[in-house]
């Protein structure tokens, strides 16, 4: 897949060069769902979190409001996060691309979208992810027109859902949500959260610090699923470094996405720069 993409990035490249780039219709579509999806927010009628909030909620995920200090902070409906730089690489034999990434996360009902913005062979890559109404997908397309790949079915519905669960502590208004249930276990650093949406479920393990610094999310419902279609369950990961105190909450500044394979881990998005702003 990669060698006919890299074939048809040469290709694409020349025509560019002749005719210009045209408007990212992958672009516009993304800045339309976001817009529609914000505007449609409905203002939450408790204004700020507090300890009633996170009373019934596992140990250490209580440690992690308080060390975070969202607590007496305003609930957020949805965040907007602005990943710049980020390495990014499908596997171990093909090359890193750089990319800009910007997602909305929504905390009412779990809704997920990113925009992806890279270039392989000097020309435009563009990538969207969506999470919509319990359906997941993932485009490609190159050149701004060329469109690589378009994936959707059941695992990728459950992909995103598990997805969007790994950055809920980041939207803490989500993981208050009904749709998220916790659960306490034996390690006292450790917390479950089982999300459920759109007739499907999906698990994993948060585990903290002892000052309450959220650091891993392990799951194993997460399928790799390749441009070419192919899937494969393997353990997935998502490691959150680096905190700093960011308009009064602390935060991880350093994010990256690991695939857990037997022959070793492959980090696979790295990102020490981006933004966040809660609304």
């Known amino acids: 897949m990669w060698l006919t993409i890299s074939v048809v990035a040469l290709f694409v490249s020349g ?7 045209p408007h ?20 939450s009628e408790s204004n700020e979190f507090t300890l009633e909030d996170i009373k019934e ?17 305003p609930k957020m409906a949805y965040m907007k996060i602005s990943f710049q730089d980020v390495d990014f690489v499908m596997s171990p034999q093909n090359k890193k691309l750089k990319m800009d990434y910007t997602q909305y996360n929504l905390a ?14 000097g020309i ?49 208004s989500a993981a208050l949500q009904p749709y998220v249930v916790w659960e306490s276990m034996d390690d006292p650093n450790q917390a479950k959260a089982t999300i459920t949406y759109g007739g499907l479920s999906a698990s994993g393990i948060f585990t903290f610090s002892e000052e309450g610094e959220l650091l891993v999310f392990t799951t194993e419902d997460r399928a790799l699923i390749t441009t070419d ?44 720069h981006f933004m966040v702003s809660y609304h």
């Open 57 to 73: 909620l596992p140990a250490p995920v209580r440690a992690y409001f308080k060390y975070s200090g969202f607590l007496g902070q």
């Open 124 to 172: 435009p890559f563009e990538g969207l992810d969506t999470y919509i109404g319990g359906h997941g997908g993932m485009k490609g397309v190159l050149g701004k027109w060329i469109s690589l790949f378009d994936q959707q079915g059941k695992e990728m519905d459950r992909a995103c859902l598990v997805t969007f669960l790994s950055e809920s502590l980041i939207l803490p």
């Open 108 to 121: 009412s009902q779990p809704v997920r979208l990113a925009y992806i913005d890279a270039a392989m062979y």
């Open 229 to 272: 279609g192919e899937q494969r369950h393997i353990p997935w990961s998502a490691l959150f470094k680096d905190y700093r105190l960011i308009n009064g909450i602390r935060l991880p500044t350093h994010l990256q996405a690991v695939w857990n394979q037997e022959q070793g881990d492959l980090i696979y998005f790295d990102s020490n």
């Open 24 to 43: 990212s219709r992958t672009k516009a579509e993304f800045v339309r769902l976001a817009a529609d999806h914000v505007s449609s927010l409905a203002l």
């Open 15 to 21: 025509m560019g060069l002749l005719l210009g780039w």
